[in-house]
């Protein structure tokens, strides 16, 4: 497995793939990964002949008062682990090799990249359209690999693909769970013993949402509702939002038909969290 630092050694590799016949796919990852990220690699694998692995944690995409100082960098570790899954290649960029000195073109996905996470992090869906706007054309990659626990970040790429014309396919992988059904997440690691106990309610939640549409409960008030006790059970925890959108536009509906997306975010302690469901 090579390691490869610029946009052009990047380029080059793709080429070469594809001009032995080979599908090139891309995993875009901020690192520390973990079982969630080589389910994606694994799909990448099983669609692909070449895969990229692409390790940057992305500035553009946190807020003035976020963790991104504080984010974990675990680089050895990520590069076994994507050597182990069949990676031919880790992206590793700097940050002046992706948003070099005088940068000034930034992508933004309007409405979509202001819903869910979007209202509660300014800029963030911007810092992150434009990442994987750069990810998708230095790669040329014929498909791209996400997590379905950031599905709000899916649709705001969904969009972006299809307004830029980007040649490239987004493959939408499950969310994978811990034993007890907490959503694999770089972050956990932040939480203390504690807080790991009480960030359950975001999947207790999750779980209890699917247990009464499976019921065949529609409405949107009375799901939220449900999932707003969820939360009251566990006090430590502070809601963000508990959502029920169209998953292609996030805006907001008022029946729970096939498909909608029911999306949750909380702070644990200093940690914020995310889970979600596509109903039906």
Known sequence: ?????????????????????????????????????????????????????????????FGPNEDYARYPRTFEADCALAQAEGAAVVFAPSVEELYPAGAATFVEVAGLGDRLDGASRPGHFRGVATVVAKLLIASEADKAFFGQKDAAQVAVLRRMVADLCLPVELVVCPIV????????????????????????????????????????????????????????????????????VDWATLEPVETAASGILFAVAAWVGATRLIDNAILG
Not at 192 to 217: F, I, N, Y
Not at 221 to 242: C, H, K, N, T
Request: with cysteine; net charge positive; charged share 20%.
């Open 177 to 244: 769970r811990e034993a007890d059904g907490l959503a694999l997440s770089s972050r956990n690691r932040y939480l203390s013993p504690e807080e790991r106990a009480q960030a359950l309610v975001l999947s207790v939640a999750v779980r209890r949402v699917e247990a009464l549409v499976a019921a065949g409960e529609r409405s949107a008030p009375s799901l939220i509702a449900a999932a707003q006790q969820s939360f009251a059970a566990e006090p430590g925890v502070r809601v963000d939002y508990i959502e029920l």
């Open 1 to 61: 497995m090579e390691i490869l630092r610029s946009v052009a050694e990047l380029r080059q590799w793709s080429r070469q793939a594809r001009s032995k016949g080979e599908t090139v796919g891309i995993v875009p990852t901020m690192g520390a990964l973990h079982a969630g990220h080589a389910s994606l690699m694994r799909a990448a694998r099983g669609a692909c002949g070449a895969v990229a692995v692409s390790i940057f944690v992305n500035p553009t995409q």
